[in-house]
C-alpha cells in the first residue's frame, strides 16, 4: 500500500515560508490593488446613466482583489498554525490583518452607495444582465447599510469598538492564557494551563476527571470578578449599539448573518425540546455503565471503553476515500486528490497550534486542511469533517467570488455530512461488539452536544441578555443562569451542573460573532436531512448535492432547504425527521 505523507506543501503557494519574497510581492500586489479600488470608488455615481456598467467594472475587480486577500489570509492562517514560535508569521499576520481592514473599509462605503440607490432603480439594477447572478447578496448588502446608522456614526462606532469592544475579547483571551491549575498526578503536583487540564476531562477515570473539574471550577471562580466584568462590557457595548440603531430583537444580527428566519430558530429548538427523553434515557444508560447513580457534568463525555482500534494516517486515508466513494465518486476523488497533493498537514509534533481547520485558496483554488493525526477515531472523524468543509470550497470554485461566502450554519453542512459518512461506516466495520458499542456512543454523545449542551448555552445567553439591558450581571447571578439553563437543557438528567460555565467557555466571549451557538446545532440537523435524503436517492444524488452546495452563498437558508430539499424549515417536521435519525442511534445503543 502507498504511504500518504502526513506534512503538508505550502512551498507549492508562495516558495519559502515566512521569508517568501514572493509572498511579500502579492502582499504588495493587494496593497495597491485596495489603492486602486478606494480611486475608482470614487467615480461611481448613483445618478449616472452609466452606473450599472461602471458597478458591475467595479466588482469584477473588487472579486479579484477579494480572492487575493483571502488567498493572503489563508497562508499566513497556515504559517503560524504549523509552528506557533514562527516570529515572521505573527509579523505576516498583523501585515494581512491591516489590509483586510483597509479593503472592509472600502466594502462598507461600497454598501452605503448601493443604500443610496432609490427602490426602482434597484430592481432594475439586479436584473441587469452582468448584476442578476449577484442579486442577492448585492441587495443583502444594500438592506444591510440600511439598517446601520450614517456613514459618519457607523465609522465611529467601527473606530471606538477597537479598543471598547473588542479589547474586552482579548482581555478574556489574555487572562485565560495566564490561567494556571494544579493536578495531582501519581507522583508529584503538576501545572497545566487550561487547554491541557481541560483535556483530562474525557479521562477514563472518574476521579481524575473529578478532581481536574474541581480544580478548573476554583480558578474560574477566582477570576470571576475579572469574567464577569468582560462579559458584561462586551455585551453592554452590543446592546448600546442595536438601541443606536433601533433594533430591538438580540437576535437580529446573528440571525442575519445565518441568513435565517427567527421562525426557522423557534421551529429548531422546539422540535429539539419536545424529543428529549431518549437522550436522557441515554444519559441514564451511560450512567449505569459507568456504575454511578446520576451522570455529572464531567462525566458526559467520558469514554466507556477503550477498545477502540487504531488506524495509521494513511490506513485512516484510505478508510476515508472508500466510504467517500460509496456516496459519492466526485468527493471519493477530491479527497484522494487532496492525500496526494499534500493538501493536509497531520504529523503529530510539537510546537503546532492544537485544533483543527480547513482553509481555502481562492486564487490557486486550491485547499489546506490542518489537524494533528494520532490514529483515534475521533482523528478519522475530524479528517473527514475537514474533508468535507474542502470539497464545499472545491465546488465552489467556479462560482461567483460575492457567491463563495457562506454563513456558519450551512458551512457546518458539508463537514457534517462527510463525518457522518465516515462514522456511520464505522460502525457497521467495527469488529468486536465492545468497539461497535464506543463507536456508537460516540455517535450519540454528539447529538446530547447539540441538542443538549449548545441548547444551555443558547437559552443561557437569551436570559443574560435579558439581565443585561436592566444593568450589570453579577458573577453569582450569572451563575445561577448558567445551572437553570443547563437544567432546563439536559432536563434534570444530571448530577451536578457547571455554574462557571459562562467563565470557561470562549464562545460568550467572541466580538465578531454574536450568538456563536445555534448555527453548530443548524448545521448538524440540516446535513442530517440531507444524508437521509442521500440514502434514500442513492446515485443520483451526487449532483444534486453539489447544486445545494453551490447555492449555499446566494441565499437564505429557507430557500435553500425548499430549493433543494423541498422542504419549510419554519415548520417543525423537518426538524423532527431529523432529530428522529439521532433517536434510531440511541435506540442502537440501548439495545446494546
Ligand atoms: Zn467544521
Redo the contacts with the bound molecule.
Keep these: 500500500m502507498k504511504e500518504y505523507n502526513p506534512t503538508w506543501d505550502l512551498d507549492s503557494l508562495f516558495p519559502g515560508g515566512s521569508a517568501s519574497q514572493q509572498f511579500r510581492d502579492y502582499l504588495g500586489q493587494i496593497r495597491t490593488e485596495i489603492k486602486q479600488l478606494e480611486d475608482q470608488f470614487t467615480t461611481l455615481e448613483v445618478e449616472a446613466d452609466t452606473f450599472s456598467t461602471m458597478l458591475t467594472q467595479f466588482i469584477m475587480e473588487l472579486e479579484k482583489t477579494m480572492f487575493k486577500l483571502r488567498e493572503a489570509g489563508a497562508f499566513v492562517s497556515c504559517l503560524s498554525a504549523q509552528d506557533v514560535t514562527d516570529e515572521g508569521a505573527k509579523t505576516l499576520v498583523a501585515e494581512s490583518g491591516t489590509l483586510s481592514a483597509s479593503f472592509n473599509g472600502v466594502l462598507t462605503t461600497f454598501m452605503q452607495k448601493l443604500a443610496e440607490v432609490p427602490d426602482e432603480e434597484w430592481q432594475a439594477i439586479i436584473r441587469h444582465e452582468a448584476l442578476q447572478e449577484i442579486g442577492y447578496v448585492l441587495s443583502e448588502y444594500r438592506n444591510k447599510a440600511r439598517d446601520l446608522l450614517a456613514v459618519e456614526q457607523e465609522v465611529l462606532i467601527n473606530d471606538l469598538a477597537v479598543d471598547g469592544y473588542h479589547a474586552w475579547n482579548q482581555m478574556y483571551n489574555t487572562i485565560v492564557g495566564n490561567m494556571t491549575v494544579e493536578i495531582k498526578g501519581e507522583e508529584k503536583i503538576e501545572s497545566y494551563s487550561i487547554g491541557q487540564a481541560s483535556n483530562l476531562l474525557t479521562s477514563s477515570n472518574r476521579a481524575t476527571r473529578k478532581q481536574v473539574f474541581d480544580q478548573l471550577n476554583d480558578a474560574w471562580k477566582e477570576q470571576a470578578s475579572l469574567f464577569a466584568q468582560t462579559l458584561n462590557h462586551l455585551s453592554g457595548f452590543r446592546l448600546q449599539m442595536y438601541k443606536h440603531r433601533k433594533w430591538e430583537n438580540v437576535l437580529k444580527e446573528p440571525l442575519s448573518i445565518n441568513r435565517m428566519k427567527q421562525e426557522t430558530l423557534d421551529a429548531m429548538w422546539t422540535a429539539i425540546a419536545n424529543n428529549k427523553q431518549p437522550f436522557v434515557a441515554y444519559l441514564n444508560k451511560k450512567a449505569e455503565l459507568l456504575n454511578i447513580d446520576k451522570l455529572s457534568f464531567y462525566d458526559v463525555d467520558a469514554p466507556i471503553t477503550d477498545q477502540v482500534k487504531k488506524l495509521s494516517y494513511t490506513e485512516g486515508a484510505k478508510f476515508i476515500i472508500d466510504q467517500f466513494r460509496s456516496f459519492s465518486p466526485k468527493m471519493a476523488d477530491f479527497a484522494e486528490q487532496a492525500f496526494e497533493k499534500r493538501w493536509i498537514e497531520a504529523e503529530d509534533r510539537p510546537g503546532k497550534r492544537p485544533g483543527g481547520f480547513c482553509t481555502s485558496f481562492p486564487d490557486s483554488k486550491e485547499t489546506r486542511i490542518f489537524m494533528t493525526y494520532s490514529g483515534t477515531a475521533s482523528n478519522v472523524a475530524t479528517l473527514a ?1 475537514e474533508l468535507g ?1 474542502a470539497y464545499h470550497q472545491h465546488v465552489m470554485n467556479d462560482v461567483h467570488g460575492l457567491n463563495q461566502r457562506y454563513a456558519m450554519n450551512v ?2 453542512t458539508a ?1 457534517t455530512f462527510a463525518e457522518m459518512i465516515v462514522a456511520d461506516a464505522a460502525v457497521e466495520q467495527a469488529e468486536t461488539a465492545e468497539e461497535k458499542k464506543a463507536l456508537l456512543e460516540d455517535k450519540v454523545n454528539r447529538s446530547v452536544a447539540f441538542f443538549m449542551n449548545i441548547h444551555a448555552r443558547f437559552i443561557f445567553e437569551l436570559n443574560f441578555y435579558k439581565e443585561r439591558e436592566k444593568g450589570f450581571v453579577s458573577p453569582a447571578r450569572l451563575n445561577e443562569l448558567m445551572v437553570e439553563a443547563q437544567k432546563e437543557a439536559y432536563q434534570d438528567a444530571l448530577d451536578e451542573y457547571d455554574p462557571y460555565f459562562w467563565a470557561s467557555k470562549l464562545h460568550f466571549h467572541i466580538t465578531g460573532t454574536p450568538f456563536y451557538n445555534f448555527p453548530y446545532t443548524f448545521g448538524y440537523l440540516f446535513s442530517l436531512g440531507i444524508y437521509a435524503r442521500a440514502k434514500e436517492q442513492g446515485e443520483s444524488f451526487e449532483d444534486d448535492y453539489i447544486a445545494l452546495l453551490e447555492d449555499t452563498g446566494r441565499m437564505s437558508v429557507e430557500e435553500l432547504a425548499m430549493k433543494h430539499l423541498q422542504v419549510d424549515l419554519t415548520k417543525p417536521d423537518f426538524w423532527e425527521a431529523a432529530i428522529e435519525l439521532c433517536i434510531k442511534d440511541v435506540e442502537a445503543f440501548l439495545k446494546l
Excluded: G, L, T, V
Design positions: 469533517h468543509h458551512a457546518e463537514s
